[in-house]
């Protein structure tokens, strides 16, 4: 998977799976999938439309382990209304499956994404299930297969659209949890360079597009003597 075009394909087809959500929110804020894990409703600001990505859990000898992000650094990253929507329905299943198991509910923490047992999804599920998924969708699809794919890429599309849209490296960077931009330089440089390959087409439509009646920009600049 390495558009935005099959990503779309992808959670159209993974849209009915109750995990669903998580994968929405990894591909809508190039968050790792230890952070999403991590994630609390505590972290999650609806009406502000942003979460707090402030720590990382993992799985080490078979036990849940939980830390720092991988910079080290607390980020706050902003949501579209489709993302918080999303957000806002998986609270209410939430809530629906805590009415279904009753007493037998298992975890006590507030984790954003748990079985509906109420337990912390592992990670090794999401990574397993991701790859189920596109081998389901390519079955049903056969004439547009999506290619093979891990989870982790969900995030490398996530940074390659907001590049290729124009978005500044440096707001990239801090949406992706880099310490330092050159991080995000030197990750994407193929997608760098590749957008600035048209700059040179870009600035020349701008200097050239005229309005009726409007004379030229450049006829506008005062010739130095």
Not at 14 to 39: K, Q, V
Not at 136 to 152: G, I, M, V
Not at 208 to 223: D, L, N, T
């Amino acid at each position: 998977m390495r558009t935005a075009e099959q990503l779309k394909a992808f959670l159209q087809y993974a849209r009915n799976h109750r995990l669903w959500p998580f994968f929405h929110l990894a591909a809508y804020t190039g968050a790792r999938r230890g952070e999403l894990l991590h994630l609390r409703w505590s972290d999650v600001d609806l009406d502000a439309k942003q979460i707090l990505v402030r720590g990382s859990a993992s799985f080490i000898a078979g036990e849940r382990v939980e830390g720092t992000t991988k910079s080290g650094r607390k980020r706050i990253v902003s949501l579209d209304d489709g993302t918080v929507a999303v957000l806002r329905s998986q609270r209410t299943m939430q809530a629906a499956d805590k009415l279904k198991v009753g007493p037998e509910r298992r975890g006590g923490d507030d984790y954003v994404f748990t079985t509906g047992w109420g337990e912390p999804v592992h990670p090794d599920t999401l990574s397993s299930l991701f790859s189920i998924l596109i081998k389901r969708c390519n079955k049903t699809h056969q004439d547009e297969p999506l290619p093979h794919a891990r989870l982790h890429d969900l995030r490398h599309i996530h940074a390659t659209t907001l590049l290729l849209a124009g978005v500044p490296v440096h707001v990239v960077a801090a949406r992706l949890g880099h310490a330092d931009p050159s991080i995000t330089l030197r990750v994407y440089a193929h997608v760098i360079r590749s957008a600035e390959a048209s700059a040179a087409d870009t600035f020349a439509r701008s200097l050239s597009h005229q309005e009726p009646g409007v004379s030229s920009p450049v006829s506008k600049i005062p010739r130095l003597s």
